[in-house]
């Protein structure tokens, strides 16, 4: 069975900064995708970055240049480094993983976490 936990959210002042981290665990085969998404007063969740398992890092334009992730494979984790916070960034934030199975590329799944929040308030 494969879990994602996600660690770090808290509350932050605005212009403060906060580190989030995922960890995968379970029996698997491999990762490929590995993201960042948030769920805030809307109801949609929102995509914040993606780490595609070739190596390309995708933000939303909202966190370009406050936010940044790293993906370290081996320790089957991705972090999700804020900067210069914002209200607007308040929200429920899950990790998500598309996760191989077994050898096969049709065993491939999509795990969420769940979730961890981050306020940032005065």
């Known amino acids: 069975q494969v879990q994602l936990v996600e660690s770090g959210g808290g509350l932050v002042q605005p212009g403060g900064s906060l580190n989030l981290s995922c960890v995968a665990s379970g029996d698997f085969f491999t990762i490929s995708t590995m993201g960042w998404f948030r769920q805030g007063s809307a109801d949609q969740r929102e995509m914040v970055a993606v780490?595609?398992?070739?190596?390309?890092?995708n933000l939303v334009d909202s966190v370009k240049g406050r936010f940044t992730a790293s993906r370290d494979n081996a320790k089957k984790t991705l972090h999700l480094h804020m900067t210069s916070l914002n209200f607007e960034d308040t929200a429920v934030y899950f990790c998500k993983a598309n996760v191989q199975i077994t050898s096969s590329k049709w065993s491939t799944r999509a795990y969420w976490g769940r979730g961890t929040q981050v306020t940032v308030s005065a």
């Open positions: 780490w595609s398992s070739g190596g390309t890092m």
